[in-house]
Structures are given as structure tokens and as C-alpha cells.
């Protein structure tokens, strides 16, 4: 096996062959040999090095390299400046409750194949000399990767339940079927104690960097650990209404809805997670405000004002970014909104109000509204997106797409009329800014006039 040549490629055969100097080996394991067999790009690189202990491992490489130690005990080192890191095969015991219930050893001399057994899934567990290109796969990985197949290496996958959710996030990043004795041994398993934060770092995966997320998710209710996410476990046979949703109950739209965010994703983290998890939660609230009419009728009145509550629920237990928390809110709150305004043709001022509802993002609005109007058209359908294109024109041609409207008039301006200060003050500047919503002025000269003129009412 080859990898492609570069400068990091050669960095990591030069630190193998210090290391083989010295006594080692160093072999590349995990994601990177994964990545190269499945013919994409690496960056990041983990070495794993057999036959040298943590302190002739940093005395070898010393001369050559700054090595950052993340973990003494079981001996883990970054490689400063390189996307490189180094560990010692290690023993893992299970001695308590949750996801930090181990004791590590370092042990230099293991069997490959034994410290191997430690990783989580089969496609994790392929090394390969850098130096000879040697392939080494006790755990027959090459092969599931050939098939398209996640499956646990061994019975200690199920001593960490954040291997249930890594699972979850790479069969939506590959689009791999899962073995059944793996989603076996998932459904035997619990979340235990995991933290928030690395909770959300393996739901950003599935978001951020899934081919096709609703594999995720589907993987999750086939496992059983749906039911530990109830708002989205409240989706599954919830209803709709044929005529408007022929793609089918609540859950299968939300899926839909996000499969159809991954072509609308921009490359940045923080719009395209909030996003994806706008899309999530954004029919929360149906499985609450769903009824069916006298008529025959389904519907969901009001579902994303209650929406915006589960939906913060949901977010609160894994993450904690104020400003990420606010606008998936806003977004939820608000995505019903645009589809009203088209249909009522409604006026600039009530676009300006929209945009300043949803703190200036209305580009991320769009994109989730879009994401529910593909979802909706049914599978293999096409959605007329053309009315939300020309809103999108609108918006833009307001100024407002990616930031809400400012006051032009400010408190500096009244105080320079005489006007004092306090909560008077306060209602004036509030008047006058309504009034620029609505579109009586759209500069500071006309501010001012409208300032005058309010304040010539208000005396008199």
C-alpha cells in the first residue's frame, strides 16, 4: 500500500525510520490507512509504535522533533507543528461506570493483533508500515471495507458507549450498512454517564461531515438509542397531511430534510451546523400539536413556537455555544415564516421585522426553509423552489440577507435636541426605528426629519 507523497508523508516515514533505528517500529493505524484504502485525502496522521517505551521514544526522537505529551500514563504524543501523533499499544481495563471507567497501561510489547482489539470497528483496526507499505489486518477490515461494512472488532466495543454514536456518524459519513451483531451489541449497551461535549462532537460528524446523515439516524432507532433522544423518538408515526407532505410521518420528512441539507452546506462550521441542527429540530413540535380535524384533515398549529422549546431541550444536554443555541432557536421559531410572507405577498417592512427576528440570518433561513420544501415535495420529486428564489431576491435587494437592520437614528442624535435622557428617551428611538422598519425613511437625513417630527409631537 502506498500513500500519496507529501511533505507530511514525509515526516512520518522519517520518524519511522528513527524509530525503527532505535529499536521500534511504527506503524500507521486508524483513520488514516482507512481513509487512503477508500482512495481519499488524509490529515491527520497517528502512529503507533511498538518496542520502545515512553521515554525511548521521546529520547530517539528528541533531536529531531518537539513532542507534546498529551498522556503519561499511556504514552501519547503530538508531534508539534505536524498533524502527527504518537502512542504506545496499550492495555485497557474496565474498572467502573461511564466513558472514563478504565485504567491504561502502556505496553510496548503487545501483539499487534491483541492491541488492535482494542479499537472500535474493523476498518479502524488496519496498520500499515510506512516504510514497506506492509498492510497488517488481524481483523479482517480490508475486507468489510471492500463490502461496505461496520462491524465491532471485539467484545471491548461495548465497554464504551461512544462507540455506539461513532457508529452512528460513520455510516452516515460512508454510507456503510452495519453488521447485526453490531447493532446487537449497541442495543445491549446504554449512554452511561457521556459527556456533553463529546456527545456533540460525534452528532457534529453525522451533521457536518455526513454523506447521507439519515443512515445515522435510522441506525439509532434500529439500535434502540432513539428512545434515549425522545423529541426525535416522538417524530417516528407522527402524522401529516398527504396532500402537503406525501414523503410520509414526521420522522421520514425530518430525514429527508436533512439528507437534502448536505448539498446546501457552505464549508463553515458554524452556518452549516446551526443549519443542520435547525433542520433536526425544526418539526419538534408536531408530535405535541398534531391533530386531526372534524374534516379529515391533519394539522400542526403553532408547532414551532413549541418547537423552539423541545428543540432547546434537545440542545441544552450537548451543547453549551450561547450563540449557536440562539439562532438554531431563532430558525426554528421563524421557519414557518417566509413560506407565509411569499403567499401574502407581503411588504418590505415585514421582510426588515423577519430578518431582525432571526438576528440577520436570513441566508441560514432560507437554506433550512428550502431543506423542509424539498423534504416535503416527496421522494424523487422535484420542489418548486422558484417562488423562494425570487423572496431570496427580495431579501437581498433589502440588504438584509446577512445582517438585520440597524437604527439609523441614535440616542446621540436626541440628546443633541434637547432630549434627556431615560426611558422616554428609550420609546422615541424605539418609534423611530419602527418607523424605518416600515420603510418611511432609509437614511440619516430622513432619520433626523422623523425624529424632529416626533419630537414636535410629543412637545406639543
Known amino acids: 500500500m502506498e500513500f500519496a507523497d507529501s511533505d507530511i508523508m514525509r515526516c512520518v516515514r522519517r520518524i519511522a525510520e528513527l524509530i525503527r533505528d532505535g529499536g521500534g517500529r511504527a506503524l500507521l493505524v486508524g483513520g488514516c490507512v482507512r481513509d487512503a484504502l477508500l482512495g481519499e485525502g488524509c490529515k491527520d496522521f497517528d502512529l503507533e509504535v511498538y518496542g520502545l517505551g515512553a521515554q525511548g521514544l521521546q529520547d530517539i526522537l528528541a533531536a529531531h522533533f518537539r513532542l507534546e505529551l498529551v498522556g503519561a500514563s499511556f504514552g501519547v504524543f503530538k508531534v508539534c507543528g505536524w498533524p502527527i501523533d504518537l502512542a504506545l499499544p496499550r492495555r485497557e481495563n474496565k474498572t467502573g461506570w461511564g466513558h472514563r471507567g478504565f485504567v491504561v497501561e502502556a505496553t510496548p ?121 425522545p423529541e426525535l423518538a416522538a417524530l417516528v408515526g407522527c402524522e401529516q397531511d398527504a396532500r402537503w407532505h406525501p414523503e410520509g410521518d414526521v420522522w421520514e420528512h425530518t430525514l429527508l430534510a436533512l439528507d437534502a441539507a448536505v448539498g446546501r452546506r457552505n464549508g463553515t462550521r458554524d452556518g ?87 438576528g440577520g440570518r436570513m441566508d441560514l433561513l432560507l437554506r433550512v426553509v428550502e431543506c423542509d420544501m424539498v423534504a416535503s415535495a416527496g421522494r424523487g420529486q422535484e420542489a418548486d423552489l422558484g417562488p423562494l428564489r425570487a423572496f431570496a431576491a427580495r431579501v437581498a435587494a433589502l440588504s438584509v440577507m446577512t445582517e438585520a437592520p440597524k437604527p439609523l437614528v441614535l440616542g446621540r442624535h436626541a440628546l443633541a435636541l434637547g432630549e434627556k435622557p431615560g426611558r422616554a428617551l428609550g420609546e422615541l428611538l424605539q418609534a423611530c426605528f419602527e418607523k424605518q422598519l416600515d420603510g418611511e425613511f432609509s437614511d440619516l437625513a430622513g432619520g433626523l426629519q422623523c425624529l424632529e417630527a416626533l419630537l414636535a409631537q410629543r412637545r406639543g
Open 272 to 358: 452549516d451546523l446551526a443549519v443542520a441542527l435547525a433542520v433536526l429540530c425544526h418539526d419538534f413540535g408536531k408530535a405535541v400539536t398534531t391533530v386531526h380535524d372534524d374534516d379529515g384533515r391533519i394539522r400542526s398549529s403553532g408547532h414551532e413556537v413549541v418547537g423552539e422549546e423541545l428543540a432547546g431541550a434537545f440542545l441544552r444536554r450537548m451543547w453549551s455555544e450561547v450563540s449557536l443555541l440562539d439562532i438554531v432557536l431563532r430558525l426554528v421559531r421563524e421557519h414557518m415564516c417566509p413560506m407565509g410572507l411569499i403567499i401574502n405577498d407581503a411588504s418590505d417592512k415585514a421582510i426588515r421585522r423577519l430578518s431582525l427576528r432571526v
Open 109 to 229: 510489547d503487545l501483539d499487534i493483533a491483541e492491541a488492535a482489539a482494542r479499537r472500535d470497528l474493523t476498518i479502524n483496526a488496519i496498520l500499515c508500515d510506512p516504510l514497506s507499505g506492509e498492510l497488517i489486518d488481524p481483523w479482517h477490515g480490508v475486507e468489510d471495507l471492500r463490502v461496505g461494512l461496520l462491524r465491532h472488532v471485539s467484545e471491548h466495543f461495548a465497554e464504551d458507549p461512544l462507540r455506539v454514536l461513532r457508529v452512528m456518524q460513520f455510516t452516515a459519513r460512508l454510507g456503510f450498512a452495519v453488521a447485526p451483531e453490531t447493532v446487537a451489541l449497541c442495543r445491549s449497551m446504554t449512554p452511561e454517564d457521556l459527556p456533553a461535549e463529546r456527545l456533540a462532537g460525534e452528532w457534529e460528524k453525522l451533521l457536518l461531515q455526513g454523506r447521507q446523515p439519515s443512515l445515522g439516524l435510522r441506525f439509532l432507532r434500529d439500535c434502540g438509542w432513539l428512545g434515549y433522544y
